[in-house]
């Protein structure tokens, strides 16, 4: 199993920007996907961004599109989430995930369901004032 380390959060102004990494340890032998998911206390973790480590197929969520870009290095397993213009309702815990793609008629993406992932980072808080 990749174990996975997120660094980059903080706090900033609403209308900055912020660059979250994830760095995975071990070995991976096939396609795999990357994502980041977001978290406030009393609700639940939301997919952010995924990305195909194949073909770097990339999938965000509505209120994020736009602002946040999702990159990978498959060479080091690292992955990262470019976030500008961030709003107060960006703030949350962010968690890096690894997973597998799933197919459905014969095309592969990445799911979007926490449950779709099987390694997890430990979190990284983001503030963003207003």
């Known amino acids: 199993q990749v174990q996975m380390m997120e660094s980059g959060g903080g706090s900033v102004q609403t209308g900055g920007s912020l660059r979250l990494s994830c760095v995975g340890s071990g070995s991976v032998t096939s396609t795999y996907c990357m994502a980041w998911f977001r978290q406030i206390p009393g609700k639940e973790r939301e997919p952010v961004a995924t990305i195909y480590s194949a073909d770097h197929t990339t999938t965000y969520a509505d209120s994020v599109k736009g602002r946040f870009t999702i990159s990978l290095d498959n060479t080091r397993l690292t992955h990262t989430l470019q976030m500008n213009s961030l709003k107060p309702e960006d703030a949350a815990t962010y968690y890096c995930?690894?997973?597998?793609?799933?197919?459905?008629?014969?095309?592969?993406?990445?799911?979007?369901?926490?449950?779709?992932?099987?390694?997890w980072g430990q979190g990284t808080q983001v503030i963003v004032s207003s």
């Open positions: 995930a690894k997973g597998n793609p799933v197919v459905s008629d014969g095309v592969f993406s990445c799911p979007t369901a926490p449950s779709g992932f099987d390694s």
